[in-house]
């Protein structure tokens, strides 16, 4: 299952290969070595938003046609309806509307009925506005004013046995239907409907976490989009030692993100450790050589995110690469990696994937810290959660299970001594984003595995 995988992502960087000029395109590696990371990462050609629009509706209507009845079906639902406001839209609402729709209008109503019989899901919409042809129109406000009791109507006819309604009191992406509409939901459906209805969370989770396989032959590109710009700032092209600011570099992020019309889901992060500083420096601390560089970085791009951490170097004048005690420590944080990773199995929860790995990581005389997280359509995404930064023992929020087909941000950080900075204690942190096949784990875009270097001097 992971030569399958790197063949998809094989695929996908043949076809940015093929979209680039050609001195970019023999600067791209043919086939990716091992999970390293390739340095320098070329940044793939972003289509025009057009085209951009057309593959995530293409997206959408696969992801309709087979993730929703599949989940309906494995939890025994015969009917999901999901209500949402504009400008107050439900996590799974906000996912299923057409690249032109963008938000609810007004209030849009979602239905999703399973008739049973081997029929296919029907997708009904109670709503003024089109769906982009996703959802069939199912009201006539001439006819019938009141949104509500069109949607009882519907399910009067329908009939069905079981009506799930996002509502949860464990996850936030299943708790999109407020107060005043599950109310009036509730005050709308016939007499003895309401004991039917059940909360739509493993619905919502379930939509929110699967990645489809045509997603899947673009999410490396995407991750290599964000790889570029990280190698791009860690560069003498952004970066001069003795002037630059952890700060300027924050907001050079920003702009470059925002000149290549992508968006990102929270503010970078530049952090700098030094010989012989307390902690982690930034915002207007000057960058010199001798430096380590940390960022935190992420964009959105096709409605999909990304979460990245890397480590760079400034080298100090005559010297060729990170002092080895750095070395030592990025090593270790890999080994941390990889502990993780062969810590995934389908149905474990992520606090017994913690405890696997940490003990794993232990075990090698490591100090590791990991704070994993599904990654998606939101940067912290749903699904299972594999530790905190500020909690590495099990908890309520770690007992959800881990499924296939799901992506993830391998985030931890390994601390250790740096015997050329006098035995100062750093913490070496990383964070890749990988699929997960239900058999194995893969980075989507390798891995880092060595210092982006910073010169002092072109």
């Known amino acids: 299952m992971t030569l399958i995988l790197r063949g998809t992502r094989a695929v996908a960087l043949s076809l940015a ?8 395109a023999e600067a791209l590696p043919s086939t990716p070595t091992a999970d390293a990371e390739q340095l ?17 509706d293409t997206w959408l209507a696969q992801r309709l046609d087979t993730v929703v009845p599949a989940l309906m079906r494995e939890q025994g639902i015969d009917m999901w309806v999901l209500v949402a406001r504009e400008y107050l839209e439900d996590p799974v609402v906000a996912t299923m509307l057409d690249a032109e729709s963008m938000r609810a209008r007004r209030r849009t ?3 999703f009925f399973d008739p049973g019989g081997g029929q296919g899901v029907q997708r009904l919409t109670v709503s003024r506005y089109g769906m982009g042809g996703l959802f069939q129109p199912a009201w006539r406000p001439e006819e019938e004013p009141d949104q509500f009791r069109r949607l009882a109507a519907i399910i009067t006819e329908k009939n069905p046995r079981r009506i799930a309604l996002n509502v949860s009191e464990n996850s ?26 059940v909360s739509g969370e493993e619905l919502a989770i379930g939509w929110l976490e699967a990645r489809s396989a045509a997603e899947m032959e673009t999410y490396p590109t995407i991750v290599r989009t964000a790889h570029a ?11 001069t030692p003795g002037r630059t600011t952890a700060a300027d570099l924050v907001w050079w992020f920003r702009e470059r993100i925002a000149a290549l019309k992508l968006s990102t889901w929270f503010q970078p992060s530049v952090g700098i450790f030094r010989k012989g500083a307390a902690g982690e420096l930034s915002g207007d601390t000057v960058i010199q050589p001798g430096d380590m560089l940390w960022t935190d970085f992420g964009i959105m791009h096709l409605g999909l ?24 420590g990025l090593a270790n944080a890999n080994r941390v990696q990889d502990s993780l990773a062969t810590s995934f199995a389908v149905g474990l929860s992520g606090n017994q994937m913690l405890e696997r790995a ?28 594999i530790g ?48 997960f096949d239900g058999t194995s784990l893969t980075y989507l875009d390798g891995r880092q595995k060595a210092f982006h270097l910073i010169e002092t001097t072109r």
């Open 17 to 24: 290969v093929a979209l680039l000029p050609p001195a970019a």
């Open 40 to 56: 320098p990462a070329v940044l793939p050609p972003i289509m025009p938003l057009r085209d951009q629009a057309r593959l995530r």
């Open 109 to 111: 109503i979602l239905i």
């Open 172 to 197: 936030a992406f299943a708790d999109g239907l407020t107060k005043s509409q599950h109310d009036s939901v509730l005050a709308a459906l016939p007499a003895g409907y309401a004991k039917r209805v």
């Open 229 to 239: 710009i990280i190698g791009e700032g860690f560069s003498r092209h952004v970066i």
């Open 305 to 328: 995110a990304t979460d990245t951490q890397h480590l760079a170097y400034v080298l100090k004048p005559g010297e060729r690469d990170a002092p080895p005690g750095l070395r030592a």
């Open 358 to 385: 940490r003990a794993k990581a232990t075990a090698l005389g490591l100090e590791p810290s990991i704070y994993s997280h599904p990654i998606g359509f939101h940067g912290h995404g749903a699904g299972a959660a």
């Open 388 to 435: 905190f930064w500020d909690d590495q023992k099990p908890s309520p929020r770690g007992e959800r299970r881990l499924r296939a087909n799901t992506a993830w941000s391998i985030e931890l950080s390994q601390t250790q001594a740096v015997p050329e900075w006098g035995g100062q204690r750093i913490p070496f942190r990383l964070e890749e984003d990988a699929y």
